[in-house]
Nanobody
């Protein structure tokens, strides 16, 4: 059974930090583009960060740029999202996802939700003021 399992969410105060982990099992995700998305009730799920399979390219939404860092450990089949200087508007359920498209280059990626085939169950992040 192919799974992505997120962990590391929780309640944190404004300005605090959290590190989310996404552990894959059932297949290797080392050749996949991996992304972190977040969603709040009543809103679309938005892409906050993406990392290419080699880690050579990353993408960040403007709202998190300079505060969040995505990384991956292909040997551990795990992707991370380090979140610093958290704000109340970062409160959401965070999902990791895998895009299994075999892009021609090592720097290609997509940020649209429809591009991602595998999804985790999500982890809640709540930033209190």
């Amino acid at each position: 059974q192919v799974q992505l399992v997120e962990s590391g969410g929780g309640l944190v105060q404004v300005g605090g930090s959290l590190r989310l982990s996404c552990a894959g099992s059932g297949r290797t995700f080392s050749r996949d583009v991996m992304g972190w998305f977040r969603q709040v009730p009543g809103k679309e799920r938005e892409c906050v960060a993406v990392i290419t399979r080699s880690g050579s390219s990353t993408y960040y939404a403007d709202s998190v740029k300079g505060r969040f860092t995505i990384s991956r450990d292909n040997a551990e089949n795990t992707v991370y999202l380090q979140m610093n200087s958290l704000k109340p508007e970062d409160t959401a359920v965070y999902y990791c996802a895998a895009d299994t498209t075999r892009y021609l280059g090592t720097t290609a990626y997509r940020t649209s939700r429809s591009a991602y085939e595998y999804w985790g169950q999500g982890t809640q992040v709540t930033v209190s003021s």
